[in-house]
Each structure stands twice: as structure tokens, then as C-alpha cells.
């Protein structure tokens, strides 16, 4: 099993190499101005990134949090979905996934797939910001008698998600956080010092 530095350095160039992280002036949804982008809807499109990617947060899920720590993964749409069913799957969990809205049809639940009260779920996405999407799914859940306590996620952009999540009761779990990359890859010359003072800038501490 490689070390977790070995990975850590591994993914970070490997996203670069497939365009789904990029260093530049990119503006966000929020219409906030970012030097980086990550598009990880790109992984799946090339299956050994994905293969890698996915055993990864297979091995997190057992090392990090451990397999007795959760009873279901519940994968947030859109751009968690490949990673957290591949994950349910190879964890041989039951796998669920939270929609942004409740339907207005059938049973009108926000939530697809069976959902036992009482048991523990593991919340499974592709990055995090400020964790307001993990922490509307938690509650969606925890609305329908289950119990939240643990996140997961390959990339934290690390603008307050952690101390976010922990007010609202659920431990964020990910591979490595941006600025981390962002070393990583100035080490290996892929970036300038100017891109990774302006990443790191944008971390919240």
C-alpha cells in the first residue's frame, strides 16, 4: 500500500495532468474570482484516475473513519455521485443519495433509496467549500431518523467548511486540503510561487 504522502502527491498530479485542477483567474458559481479550479467530473472519464481515486477514498473510509463507524453512504448530487456509488459498492455498503429538492411527486422525499432511523450514514462528495451543501444533506437525512456524524471528500478548498461542519456536528474527512496541493505541485515545479501565495491566500486558516 503506498504511503499517504506517496498518494497525496500521486492525486495532486494527477488531477493536474487531466485538466480537472487548473491554476489561473477562474470565477465560481458565486461569481467569486479564484486562482484554481477543480473539476472532478473529469475523473470518470478517464478510468485509471478514477480506479485510483475511488480505492482512495475506500481507503480513507476504512483508516480514517473505519467500516463499523457506518451503516450506509449517502452520495450528494451531482458531481459526488460516481465517486460515492463506486465507493458504496466496494465497501459493499447500501448506497442512497440526497436530492437537492424534494420531489413534488410519489412520496415527495428528498431522499432516493432506503433510509433505516437510527442508522449511521457516511455522507460521500467530491470537494468541499464551506460545507453548506454536506451540512443541507445532513440535515435531510437526520430529518428522516438517521444519524450523520462523519463526511467524506477528496478535496477540501478550505474556505470554513471544517469549522462549519463541526458546529453542525459532523467531522470532515478528505484526502488532502487545496494549500497542501497547491505545495505539493510548487515542489514538483507544475506552479509558480506567485499561484501558490495566491492559493494559499484563499484558505481560511
Known amino acids: 500500500m503506498a504511503s499517504k504522502a506517496s498518494n497525496k502527491k500521486d492525486v495532486a498530479l494527477l488531477l493536474m495532468r487531466i485538466g480537472a485542477l487548473k491554476f489561473g483567474t477562474f470565477t465560481l458559481s458565486s461569481g467569486k474570482l479564484s486562482p484554481y479550479y477543480i473539476d472532478l467530473r473529469l475523473v470518470p472519464s478517464y478510468p485509471e484516475a478514477f480506479r485510483k481515486v475511488t480505492d482512495l477514498y475506500v481507503e480513507l473510509a476504512k483508516n480514517k473513519i473505519g467500516l463499523n463507524k457506518f451503516d450506509r453512504i449517502t452520495g450528494i448530487p451531482t458531481a459526488g455521485m460516481p465517486f460515492s456509488s463506486v465507493v458504496a459498492l466496494k465497501l459493499n455498503k447500501p448506497f442512497l443519495y440526497v436530492r437537492k429538492e424534494a420531489k413534488t411527486h410519489g412520496r415527495e422525499r428528498r431522499i432516493e433509496g432506503i433510509l ?32 450523520v456524524k ?44 506567485e499561484q501558490l501565495i495566491a492559493i494559499i491566500k484563499t484558505a481560511k486558516k
Open 150 to 193: 462523519d463526511a467524506l471528500v477528496l478535496i477540501d478548498r478550505e474556505e470554513g467548511a471544517g469549522k462549519n461542519m463541526v458546529k453542525a456536528g459532523i467531522r470532515l474527512h478528505c484526502l488532502m486540503g487545496i494549500r497542501e496541493a497547491a505545495k505539493i505541485l510548487y515542489d514538483r515545479d507544475a506552479i509558480d510561487k
Open 116 to 147: 433505516i432511523p437510527g442508522e449511521h450514514v457516511l455522507l460521500v462528495d467530491d470537494l468541499v467549500t464551506s460545507g453548506g451543501t454536506l451540512i443541507d444533506a445532513a440535515n435531510a437525512v437526520r430529518a428522516e431518523g438517521a444519524i
